[in-house]
C-alpha cells in the first residue's frame, strides 16, 4: 500500500487548504484512515480519522470545528479540509491507513508542509 499526501503549502493565517492523500496497491477500502501532524520539535500528534463508510469521524481538540475529513471510497482518497489556519498548525501532515489500535496505522505517506504565517 502506498500513500501519496499532497495539498501543502504556506499561508496566511485564517486562510484555508485542503491536503488530499491518494492511496494505491493493495489498499482495501475497509482500512480507518487518519491524518497525523508533527511541529518542529514536537512529537507526532493526532489530527483526524475516519471510518470506511464516513459515519464515523474523530478530531483532536485543537482543531475541532475547524478541520473536516471525508473520504472518496470510488477514489481510494482522503481529504483533510482545513478552514481558519492558525500559526500553531504549522507542521509536517501524513496521512496513514489501517488501524490496529489506537493511534497505530500500519501504513503512512510521505508527509506535507503546511505553514501558516501570522
Known amino acids: 500500500v502506498q500513500l501519496q499526501a499532497s495539498g501543502g503549502g504556506s499561508v496566511q493565517a485564517g486562510d484555508s487548504l485542503r491536503l488530499s492523500c491518494a492511496a494505491s496497491g493493495r489498499f482495501l477500502s475497509s482500512y480507518r484512515m487518519a491524518w497525523f501532524r508533527q511541529a518542529p520539535g514536537k512529537e507526532r500528534e493526532f489530527v483526524a480519522s475516519?471510518?470506511?463508510?464516513?459515519?464515523?469521524?474523530s478530531y483532536a481538540d485543537s482543531v475541532k470545528g475547524r478541520f473536516t475529513i471525508t473520504r472518496d471510497n470510488a477514489k481510494n482518497t482522503v481529504y483533510l479540509q482545513m478552514n481558519s489556519l492558525k500559526p500553531e498548525d504549522t507542521a509536517v501532515y501524513y496521512c496513514?491507513?489501517?488501524?490496529?489500535?489506537?493511534?497505530?496505522?500500519?501504513?503512512w505517506g510521505q508527509g506535507t508542509l503546511v505553514t501558516v504565517s501570522s
Open positions: 475516519i471510518w470506511w463508510s464516513g459515519s464515523s469521524t
Open positions: 496513514a491507513a489501517d488501524s490496529v489500535g489506537p493511534n497505530l496505522y500500519v501504513y
